[in-house]
């Protein structure tokens, strides 16, 4: 393939598959795109939106792929139609399904980590640290622009207030009079805030609260509504669920308005961050030493670096799904009255 004669740089960046990681990768794009390259973003539809709330992006390239398998084919027919359209190709998953299609297309510089046997599938290969010694994931991912001093890096996006307020009033809620609960982690229940303790903060706020999650977690914001509806008359709290019945586009939209964001240590929470809105993050198996919210409005509550809480949580961060130890004391020791104090 003949160099570019474009003065521009066109840039192809694969996006990580998950929310949380999509939003910690804004700042890689930020940094390329200040360096003058024109940046088309190969997404997941799922998470496509968030990069859409990305001003840097020229374009958001939707892939058509699921989840496991190569799909040789429709990579193959998919690098034909990019063959010649991009210089370099920033490749943000470790995967070698997600380095074949740059690849494939015959992209000249091919940017990523080692991993997966993928070694000769890019042209500018950097080392995977291990496991104990990665950086916070917003810092890995800004390393891939080849730039140092990362390790400030923090998360923007941004969204047309004119489609944000359109949003909000086709569900009768006005910006900043409401809060958003994100009570879901996909990952497993030891990540996730009991949903008693949401009902319970719920039940104290004095504006609505907006509940957000998939399909998959229709069900846990069901619970907290009803135990909501179940409460005496002192509960002050209108619950508004809308678990499964936003895209992730008005969730984003939902979110950026907010009076307040009450998530566990998941996607959401770092769209949170991404948007500098009030927010109390709740961590249990996992660390925000590696995913923190990195915004200056956030309040993490994490037992494991509470001085006062006894016995001490030697067992945290585990990273597990379920807790091996049964008892999830990282998270049913938070109570309500620790999140309400910075809401």
């Known amino acids: 393939m003949k160099p570019s004669s474009s003065p521009v740089k066109r840039a192809l960046v694969i996006a990580p598959q998950w929310i949380g990681d999509a939003v910690m990768t804004e700042p890689l ?8 390259e024109r940046l088309t973003v190969g997404a997941l539809p799922w998470v496509a939106p968030v990069y859409r709330a990305m001003p840097q992006v020229a374009e958001v390239i939707e892939f058509p792929f699921a989840h496991g ?5 429709e990579r ?4 034909k139609q990019m063959d010649g359209q991009f210089d370099v190709a920033y490749i943000c998953p470790n995967s070698l399904k997600s380095a074949l299609l740059p690849f494939l297309a015959g992209i000249p510089e091919r940017v990523g980590y080692l991993g997966e046997a993928r070694v000769g599938l890019l042209t500018h290969r950097m080392k995977n640290p291990a496991k104990g010694q990665r950086p916070p994931m917003v810092a890995f991912y800004s390393a891939l622009s080849g730039e140092g001093d990362v390790a400030s890096d923090q998360p ?3 969204l047309d207030t004119t489609e944000a307020d359109a949003c909000l009033s086709a569900l009768g809620l006005q910006r900043n009079g409401y809060y958003v609960m994100a009570p879901g982690a996909e990952y497993g229940p030891a990540k996730r805030w009991p949903t008693s303790h949401f009902a319970e903060l719920a039940r104290q706020l004095k504006k609505p609260v907006v509940l957000l999650g998939s399909g998959k977690e229709a069900d846990l914001c069901a619970e907290i509504a009803q135990a909501c509806q179940a409460a005496d008359g002192s509960s002050q709290a209108t619950i508004l669920n809308l678990a499964g019945k936003t895209s992730l586009a008005q969730a984003l939209c939902l979110i950026s308005a907010t009076q307040g964001l ?3 240590d998941s996607g959401l929470m770092h769209v949170g961050a991404g948007f500098g809105v009030p927010q109390v993050a709740i961590f249990g198996s996992s660390s925000p030493l590696h995913t ?9 509550l994490w037992l494991k670096n509470d001085p006062a809480y006894q016995p001490p949580l030697d067992c945290a961060p585990c990273f597990e799904r379920v807790c091996p130890l049964g008892h999830t004391r990282c998270l049913n020791d938070i109570d309500a009255a620790r999140a309400l104090a910075f809401l």
């Open 262 to 264: 009450i998530s566990n």
């Open 156 to 158: 923007r996006l941004h």
């Open 76 to 79: 193959r027919r998919l690098a």
């Open 292 to 300: 923190p919210p990195l915004n200056a409005a956030a309040h993490v």
């Open 29 to 36: 794009l930020r940094r390329l795109q200040a360096r003058g």
């Open 69 to 73: 398998g190569l799909q040789l084919r």
